[in-house]
């Protein structure tokens, strides 16, 4: 099997060259690509357990490394720590001042939190204690994100820069002034020598981390507010979430679009989006419609289209080993919503 490169155009359509099949090794597949490659193949996913406890939007989630412990953040300015085998809040985490934006989970079991109190809080999982509180950023951290050494946080704001910081110190190695508007998101790649930032003004933008110098940017012909990017698992590809109801992978050696995902709602929120490789390859996000969207990596096609029982998904993340995803809402009951795959 090949994958065929495309070069993004408005049409979907460009130049085609093929990517060998052992590009996609470093994916990890458990299944050969022509086994997914059948069109209208689900995954099965349907809602296991709904997780309540926060009184405000559920704004981000992301699994323990080993795949055991849930944290989410919430507008309420609370994180709430999940036990998922007996679906219980373990403990509510409280500090901050406003709202939290977002949340990252450290391979070292360090937690981040950003929040429209400006400030980003690093708190020790085992002990559930604030161990220090980053200051310097000059409007709302929007995003934050740990390198994969889990020596390093970057994080993101509405004051259009990027702040490094040296987790072991609690002090600012690099301050990126990355672009013309608030940034809001930011990720590194699998090697922690990148990182890459999305904003509203349209761009994505490669880094070096060790230099906060910029590397590459990609940008649409129509210059949408990008609300999320995240390096796929294998680091070859980003996936880019623009507020035009549409998702991008990128080859970014290239700066080419590979492909186009199409078939959710997403014109209001940063949403996230994910790479789900734990059965299948899949693409994952909400939508607006209250709806949990996932998409064949390869076909492009939506392959399931699931009603959230009224949530509007805000925010979801894949569960590193299990063929789990946990999902978050904006309104309603705030519930995360735990959903299940019927793949093996």
């Not at 390198?147 to 704001?157: F, H, Y």
């Not at 623009?242 to 940063?270: A, D, E, F, P, V």
Request: aromatic content about 8%.
């Amino acid at each position: 099997m090949e994958l065929i490169e495309t070069a993004s155009t408005p049409g979907d359509s460009g130049t085609e060259t093929a990517i060998p099949e052992a590009a996609f090794d470093s994916f990890k597949m458990p299944i050969r690509p022509s086994q997914f490659l059948q069109s209208s193949v689900s995954p099965g996913y349907s809602i296991k357990h709904s997780l309540l406890g926060h009184s405000g939007s559920v704004t981000g989630l992301k699994f323990s490394s080993c795949g055991e412990n849930l944290v989410s953040s919430s507008a309420d300015m609370l994180l709430m720590l999940w036990d998922l085998s007996a679906t219980r809040c373990i403990q509510s985490l409280a500090g901050h001042e406003n709202g939290i934006n977002d949340v990252a989970w450290s391979a070292a079991g360090l937690i981040a939190s950003c929040s429209d109190d400006k400030t980003v809080r690093l708190w020790d999982a085992r002990s559930k204690l604030c161990v220090k509180v980053l200051e310097g950023h000059g409007g709302y951290t929007f995003s934050c994100c740990f390198n994969p050494q889990s020596n390093l946080l970057a994080s993101t704001s509405f004051d259009e820069t990027v702040r490094l910081w040296d987790v072991r110190t609690g002090k600012t190695l690099e301050i990126v002034h990355a672009h013309q508007d608030p940034i809001t998101s930011v990720d590194f790649h699998r090697e922690g020598n990148i990182f890459v930032t999305s904003s509203f003004d349209g761009l994505v933008r490669l880094w070096d981390s060790s230099t906060g110098h910029a590397m590459k940017t990609l940008v649409d012909v129509d210059n949408i507010p990008v609300g999320h990017v995240k390096f796929s698992p294998n680091g070859r590809y980003i996936l880019s979430s623009t507020l035009n109801n549409t998702l991008r992978l990128w080859n970014y050696n290239k700066s080419k679009c590979l492909r186009i995902y199409r078939g959710h709602m997403n014109q209001l929120y940063c949403s996230n989006s994910n790479f789900s490789i734990t059965g299948g390859i899949w693409i994952v996000s909400g939508s607006e419609d209250n709806t949990l969207c996932i998409w064949n990596l390869q076909t492009r096609e939506l392959v399931q289209k699931i009603s959230t029982e009224g949530d509007h998904v805000l925010c979801t993340h894949c569960h590193p080993t299990a063929n789990v995803i946990a999902s978050g809402a904006l309104q309603n009951s705030y519930a995360i919503k735990i959903w299940k795959s019927s793949e093996n």
